[in-house]
């Protein structure tokens, strides 16, 4: 079945002619008709776009052009504006908004010739760990629990991992902030990475904390993030944090395997309340790569523990700031009012969620008079201790290896009365994030419920050579090869 093919798999046909990229697009059509009712996983679908830009691709692959995602059906999550296609950020503040202008990722997409299948489902504003608090509805994990309970996606990008899971689509790009690249794809049992702050240009993405923003792909290789991230990635001289480097082979990194390099296990990740399984995965990766020919070394990150509490502070106040734009006069919906505060008040109230809204409350009290150096200012003074950290354990190690996530995927509905344990969910990606480092999440196996769970490889900045390396070692070992159930009972 065409929709079983990996990225790099469907690739190759294509350019042995072995079916056409009409086809390829119609096969991933054809899943989403029969799994999105179910699970939610697009916002808008945008079959015809797919379909004229499926046949632009064959014109090519008929001339013998090969663009490194010609022909490859992707679904871009719905955070990066697509010039013609409605951009929500899953927020109903943004419902009806038609953006004028492409995103620099997804405008490099489309010169490497891939089709946009249509916009992944996300938390609103990508602010979750759940998609519980996306405007549209809550996504579905395609993988299911022995007691039938539905599970979260994870979030904020769960929309794209679930799509890719269930095999709607070939690949998908995701932004991470705290984890919502990583999470969602150990939840869904997918790969995720994460580059360095600044390898792909943030133009274009709904901002939610600009400091953080970081877009990445996520797909079911550590192969295929590679081929895709070479083609997001690059300098944009439109966003003035964007790095100004040249974008190495990741898809040759893949293959160098680990002899000779140091990983590190930071030992402050250890916690008398991780599951024995998730500890006991920890334990295989750290061998696999220990066959591989790796060094393991114990390593300190002594500021972890200031991770989530610093995340909790900067990420809301720089969102509150951003999320100002959001008022009825320029962007999105509008909602009257008898003056101006009035039209503000009501677009803003009916406009935003109850996570968004929290956030914002947060962000603006962090931010206020007299709190700005209580609270912001000494976020950012311990996120340069978190930096320090991370610098001091690269000058012993090459990469370190920890879990994604504390839990494999939980049920809709779990947590939500409870913000705190909904943010412990990022514990073990947040302290990346705030270091600005490369992360990969890479499928290693399952708990004792069936679901994936997966292992995070966090790398120097702007050395997602080695993080690639790491993953695909630890992929290889792993062979995981499970489907959700939704998608292996599905006919040929
Ligand atoms: N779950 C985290 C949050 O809610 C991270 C989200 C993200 O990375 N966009 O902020």
């Not at 690249?181 to 133009?203: D, L």
Request: aromatic residues 8%; charged residues 20%.
């Amino acid at each position: 079945m065409l929709t079983d093919l990996s990225l790099v798999e469907a690739r190759d046909g294509l350019r042995r002619r072995a079916f056409s990229a009409a086809e390829l697009t119609e096969a991933h059509l054809d899943a989403v008709a029969a799994l999105n009712p179910r699970l939610n996983a697009f916002i808008t679908v945008s079959a015809d776009r797919a379909r004229a830009q499926a046949v632009a691709a064959d014109a090519k692959l008929a001339a013998g052009e090969s663009g490194p995602l010609l022909g490859l059906p992707l679904a871009i999550k719905d955070l990066f504006c697509t010039e013609g296609v409605r951009t929500t950020a899953g927020s109903r503040i943004l419902e009806p908004f038609v953006p004028p202008y492409e995103s620099t990722v997804t405008a490099n997409l489309l010169r490497d010739g891939a089709v946009f299948l249509g916009k992944a489902n996300l938390d609103e504003f990508a602010m979750g760990s759940s998609n519980m608090t996306s405007a549209f509805g809550p996504v579905q994990n395609p993988w299911t629990r022995a007691d039938g309970a539905a599970l979260v996606p994870g979030g904020s990008s769960g929309g794209s991992c679930a799509a890719v899971a269930a095999r709607m689509a070939l690949g998908a790009t995701a932004t991470d902030t705290g984890g919502s690249i990583r999470q969602p794809a150990s939840f869904c049992g997918i790969a995720g990475v994460k580059p360095t702050y600044g390898r792909c240009s943030r133009w274009g993405i709904v901002a939610f904390a600009s400091s953080l923003d970081q877009a990445g792909p996520v797909a079911r290789t550590v192969g295929d993030c590679a081929v895709m991230l070479g083609s997001m990635a690059g300098f944009d001289p439109r966003d003035s944090t964007s790095a100004d480097r040249p974008v190495p082979d990741f898809a040759a990194a893949c293959r160098r395997g680990v002899r000779g390099l140091r990983i590190g296990v930071p030992r402050e990740y250890r916690s008398d309340a991780m599951p024995a399984e998730i500890e006991a995965l920890w334990q295989q990766g750290l061998a696999w790569l220990r066959d591989g020919g790796a060094e393991i070394v114990d390593v300190s990150l002594p500021h972890t523990k200031y991770g989530l509490a610093t995340y909790y502070i900067v990420a809301p106040a720089e969102a509150s700031s951003n999320l100002a734009r959001y008022d009825g006069v320029r962007f999105g919906r509008r909602v009257e009012g008898e003056d101006l505060t009035e039209l503000y008040e009501r677009t803003r109230a009916e406009g935003f969620g109850a996570e968004v809204r929290r956030r914002i409350m947060i962000g603006t009290y962090v931010l206020s008079a007299g709190y700005y150096d209580a609270y912001y200012l000494r976020a950012q003074k311990v996120r340069a201790l978190i930096l320090r950290d991370f610098t001091d354990a690269y000058a012993q190690v090459d990469a370190l290896l920890t879990p994604t996530a504390p839990s494999a995927a939980f049920a809709q509905g779990d947590k939500m009365d409870d913000p705190v344990a909904m943010y412990l969910n990022d514990v073990f990606t947040v302290p990346a994030s705030m270091a600005g480092v490369p992360g990969l999440s890479v499928p290693a196996g399952l708990d004792p419920q069936g679901l994936p769970l997966g292992l995070q490889v966090l790398g120097r900045p702007f050395d997602e050579e080695t993080v690639f390396a790491v993953g695909a070692v630890l992929e290889r070992a792993a062979g995981f090869r499970h489907l959700p159930a939704i998608r292996a009972g599905a006919p040929a």
